[in-house]
């Protein structure tokens, strides 16, 4: 059984961390102990992206044209941790205040949102199936946490950008991390602990052909009852995915209330979300070989960090994928899949001639349909990315790049 696995890694981490000699110990403390050369890696995509500003700056200015994105103008993303507990309270305000604003989508549409919050999560469920493992998912997220930390700075009145979460930097304790160790300045505090709860089981979408994947379990499994986000209820879905929890009515459009479940834990996040994995993935060579490491090998156990990731946060709403933007850790983890895969395009060289901003791959994640089933055409520069009631939609064209169009920022 694959559990049998996983928790014989776990247990290697365990060991190493407390100093017993281990058979593992030197490969997991490799996996577990950000190496140089990804700090390397990561300073010279910054510097290629400050770069790349100055150089097309300069070049707009003697055309006449005045550029929307400067070096000047440039915001940086921060990981969660780095932020002052100031900023951190602010996000978590600015969050309750959207969860407090009405929603704009009709009700006839979604009875159960019932917040400006829900909106996005909305349109996620409506968009799941052509928005992941398709060639528009990494555009769309990015499109999606833009306008997300557009409500939260326009409606909310906050005056931060979006933080992220840096997986590995907590990968054998992310239930000690800022984002979840449940103090006033956290995302809220892991769900109550379940004794003896099983690991998510893992099944594909109607209609998808797949293995189904059983996970370790994590640390909670019951209701976030700790920080900000103590008995928070949500009201939409499950749309599918979650043991034991029937789907909500209308398809998870309907209104549902029960309380926000985590299982956050070191199991998923040590196996899938580890230096070595980040490492391995900004070495690809193309899209299609990045978003295999990315997002795991279609149809198979693997998941890769983008699965890893939300399965350390797992529960309710986060263990289903159509609703998983209702539990607000979502927008940290999307920050740092969006965040490697700005670093990973950086890394391609100057932006002129640095096909990593325009190639959408051809290989299964690049179709617009869920890995390419049913067959579908690939995705295109020109294809829209809707973002429904909640935000206003665009193209995929105007998302390559963090510093072109609308947006204008990198991270630290
Ligand atoms: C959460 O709800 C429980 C009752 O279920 C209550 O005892 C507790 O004080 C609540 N916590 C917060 C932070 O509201
Ligand atoms: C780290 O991740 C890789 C996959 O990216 C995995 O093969 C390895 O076992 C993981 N390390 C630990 C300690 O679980
Ligand atoms: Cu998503």
């Known amino acids: 059984m694959k559990t049998t696995t996983f928790l014989g890694s776990a247990l290697a981490a365990a060991l190493s961390v407390n100093g017993l000699p281990s058979v593992n110990s030197r490969a997991v403390n490799d996996d577990l102990v950000e190496p140089q050369s990804l700090v390397d890696m990561i300073e010279a995509a910054k510097a290629q992206v400050i770069a790349d500003i100055a150089s097309k700056e300069t070049e707009m200015r003697k055309r006449g044209v005045e550029p929307t994105c400067t070096v000047s103008k440039l915001k940086f993303r921060r990981e969660y941790g780095d932020l002052t507990r100031a900023q951190r309270l602010a996000y978590v305000n600015a969050v309750k205040?959207?969860?407090?604003?009405?929603?704009?989508?009709?009700?006839?549409?979604?009875?159960?949102?019932?917040?400006?919050?829900?909106?996005?999560?909305?349109?996620?469920?409506?968009?799941t199936m052509d928005v992941h493992f398709t060639g528009n998912f990494q555009p769309w997220h990015r499109w999606y946490l833009h306008q997300y930390e557009k409500a939260l700075r326009e409606e909310c009145g906050y005056t931060g950008v979006s933080p992220y979460w840096d997986w590995p930097k907590y990968a054998t304790a992310p239930q000690d991390s800022p984002i979840f160790n449940g103090d006033?300045?956290?995302?809220?505090?892991?769900?109550?602990?379940?004794?003896?709860?099983?690991?998510?089981?893992?099944v594909p979408p109607p209609g998808v052909v797949g293995e189904i994947v059983q996970l370790p379990p994590g640390l909670g499994g019951g209701e976030?009852?700790?920080?900000?986000?103590?008995?928070?209820?949500?009201?939409?879905?499950?749309?599918?995915?979650?043991?034991?929890?029937?789907?909500?009515?209308?398809g998870g459009l309907g209104m549902n209330p029960r309380k926000l479940k985590r299982d956050v834990g070191p199991g998923v996040n040590m196996m899938y979300a580890n230096y070595t994995s980040v490492l391995h993935m900004l070495?690809?060579?193309n899209i299609d070989a990045y978003r295999l490491v990315l997002e795991g090998i279609p149809h198979t156990t693997l998941l890769g960090p983008h699965g890893g990731g939300h399965f350390t946060i797992g529960g309710d709403p986060g263990g289903d994928v159509f609703i998983s933007p209702g539990d607000p850790a979502f927008y940290l983890h999307h920050g740092n899949v969006d965040r490697m895969w700005a670093v990973w395009q950086a890394l391609g060289g100057p932006s002129a001639s640095?096909?990593?901003?325009?190639?959408?791959?051809?290989?299964?994640?690049?179709?617009?349909?869920?890995?390419?089933?049913?067959?579908?055409?690939?995705?295109?520069?020109?294809?829209?990315?809707?973002m429904g009631y909640a935000a206003e939609s665009t193209t995929i064209g105007n998302v390559m790049s963090t510093t072109g169009g609308e947006l204008c920022y990198f991270y630290l």
């Not at 205040?97 to 919050?117: E, I, K, N, Q």
């Not at 290989?363 to 579908?376: D, K």
């Open 97 to 127: 205040c959207l969860m407090a604003l009405p929603p704009r989508t009709p009700a006839d549409v979604a009875p159960g949102a019932t917040s400006r919050f829900d909106d996005f999560i909305v349109v996620h469920i409506q968009r």
């Open 283 to 285: 070495s690809q060579p």
């Open 224 to 250: 976030v009852k700790t920080g900000p986000f103590a008995n928070m209820t949500i009201t939409l879905g499950p749309v599918a995915g979650i043991p034991n929890v029937p789907p909500g009515p209308m």
């Open 354 to 386: 640095n096909a990593r901003y325009t190639d959408l791959g051809s290989g299964e994640y690049a179709h617009i349909t869920w890995t390419n089933s049913p067959p579908s055409r690939l995705a295109e520069l020109t294809d829209v990315l809707d």
């Open 184 to 202: 006033e300045y956290s995302l809220g505090g892991n769900g109550e602990y379940i004794p003896g709860h099983p690991g998510q089981l893992l």
